[in-house]
């Protein structure tokens, strides 16, 4: 499974980014992480393979939007009202993982049940 990503850039605080982020699978549980220098890789959303059970990250809430259009085997992070915190680079990944369907666990696996990652893009938030 192949995962690319794209969207980054320099943006001003307050101002939007999407990115995007295509996949060579289908069926797969999709996550964005975000890694900034010196700090761990630390969770932004997730959403589940088969129903689009999405969860996000409690810094992200209410300004960061997670979308998936099968279709096209792509999911997208709409990013608004950004912050200079938000200055990292973005991963996304993939897992077989079947977290949030019927009967399974509703919270997403953590960064090393993730099978598949793209390649990353930085996203910079100016004050």
């Known amino acids: 499974v192949q995962l690319q990503a794209f969207g980054g850039g320099l943006v001003q605080a307050g101002g939007s980014l999407r990115l995007s982020c295509t996949t060579s699978?289908?069926?797969?549980?999709m996550g964005w992480f975000r890694q900034s220098p010196g700090k761990d890789r630390e969770f932004v959303a997730a959403i589940s393979c088969c129903t689009d059970t999405i969860r996000y990250a409690d810094s992200v809430k209410g300004r960061f939007t997670l979308s998936r259009d099968n279709a096209k085997n792509t999911v997208y992070l709409q990013m608004n009202s950004l912050k200079p915190e938000d200055t990292a680079v973005y991963y996304c990944?993939?897992?077989?993982?079947?977290?949030?369907?019927?009967?399974?666990?509703?919270?997403?696996?953590?960064?090393?049940?993730?099978?598949?990652w793209g390649q990353g893009t930085l996203v910079t938030v100016s004050s």
């Open positions: 990944s993939a897992t077989h993982n079947t977290w949030g369907e019927e009967g399974t666990t509703p919270t997403p696996p953590p960064v090393p049940e993730y099978e598949y």
């Open positions: 699978g289908r069926s797969l549980a």
